[in-house]
C-alpha cells in the first residue's frame, strides 16, 4: 500500500466519532408514539368531520332555498350587484 493511503488510513481511525453507539431505542418508541397518536387523532376526528359534512350540506340547501323563496316574494333575483 502506497504511504499516503496508510497515512490517510491511519488519520481517518484515530479522528473522534461523528455518530453516537450507544443509543437506547427511545426514537423508536417516539416514531412509533407520534404514529399511534396521529391514528388515534384521524380515527376520532374522521366521522366527526364526515357528520359535520352532511350537516353543512342540507344547511347549505335549506339556505339556497330560502334565498330562491325569497327572491320570488320581493321579485329581484338572488344575487344583487
Not at 407520534?34 to 366521522?47: K, Q, Y
Amino acid at each position: 500500500m502506497p504511504p499516503t493511503i496508510a497515512f490517510r488510513l491511519r488519520r481517518a481511525q484515530t479522528g473522534p466519532m461523528s455518530t453516537s453507539t450507544n443509543t437506547t431505542g427511545m426514537t423508536f418508541w417516539k416514531v412509533l408514539g407520534v404514529i399511534a397518536v396521529a391514528l388515534i387523532a384521524l380515527a376520532v376526528l374522521g366521522p366527526l368531520l364526515e357528520g359535520l359534512f352532511w350537516i353543512a350540506l342540507i344547511a347549505l340547501a335549506l339556505y339556497g332555498g330560502y334565498m330562491l323563496f325569497r327572491s320570488n316574494k320581493k321579485g329581484t333575483p338572488p344575487t344583487a350587484y
